[in-house]
């Protein structure tokens, strides 16, 4: 692949406030896929895509946005229509299998018993692991790569997806280790990681996730972010 075909900035941004991030009851009676956006998550997208429309400078965008309708929701509510090429849907991009219609009760101990397993590798009884969505993160970095290749690519591209899946994406991007990983928080309801590409045409962060638990990134880890 040239070089000069990577994108000038990669967006990563997690889906606004949903149903669900009030209520998480609301997985007993409404799928996860299916769960809305609140009005306020729908204000929260309306803001990030103003800040969005100034950073990609008016500019086409290509868009991968998970399949799930928060997510889709958010993209509508950015206001970026006139610079996005037809939105990619990725299921790849969705947010980790919890359950079908989950018992709230029952996940509330499996989230107990994950953060003491570790949530990289616990999977939960009708779900994924974090290690699951790290595989599928994996391989559709590769069609990402592959389209870069076009000779046609943009200089933005804008994923919109899930807290969960935008760590692990980084983590897979920039080689991260597992425990960097398990100590890292999910961004808040759309906000947003901006990765750029530098003179040498690598990337970094434009900032760094917030941790939760105590853990000393290795060099390496560090030179992610500005």
């Known amino acids: 692949m040239g070089l000069s075909h990577r994108p000038m900035r990669i967006v990563l941004i997690r889906h606004g406030e949903s149903e669900a991030n009030l209520d998480k009851t609301v997985y007993e009676r409404i799928p996860d896929h299916a769960v809305p956006l609140t009005p306020h998550g729908h204000e929260q997208a309306v803001k990030a895509g103003k800040d969005l429309r100034e950073l990609f400078e008016n500019e086409p965008v290509r868009v991968y946005v998970s399949p799930y309708l928060r997510a889709r929701q958010t993209l509508e509510s950015l206001g970026l229509d006139d610079l996005i090429e037809l939105p990619r849907e990725e299921p790849r991009l969705r947010e980790q299998d919890w359950a079908n219609l989950q018992d ?35 391989t559709f970095l590769e069609t990402m790569h592959r389209d870069f290749e076009q000779p046609d690519a ?23 280790s597992v425990r960097f990983f398990e100590s890292l928080r999910n961004p808040g309801n759309a906000e947003t990681r901006v990765l750029l590409r530098q003179p040498d045409f690598r990337y970094k962060l434009d900032r760094p996730f917030e941790q939760w638990t105590p853990y000393e990134p290795t060099e390496r880890e560090r030179s992610a972010w500005l």
């Open 104 to 138: 709230t009760a029952d996940i509330e101990r499996q989230e107990k018993l994950r953060d003491s397993f570790g949530h990289f590798f616990y999977r939960f009884t009708q779900g994924e692991s974090g290690a699951d969505v790290y595989d599928r993160v994996s």
């Open 154 to 176: 943009p200089r933005n591209v804008l994923l919109v997806s899930h807290g969960l899946t935008m760590r692990l994406f980084c983590t897979r991007w920039f080689h991260w």
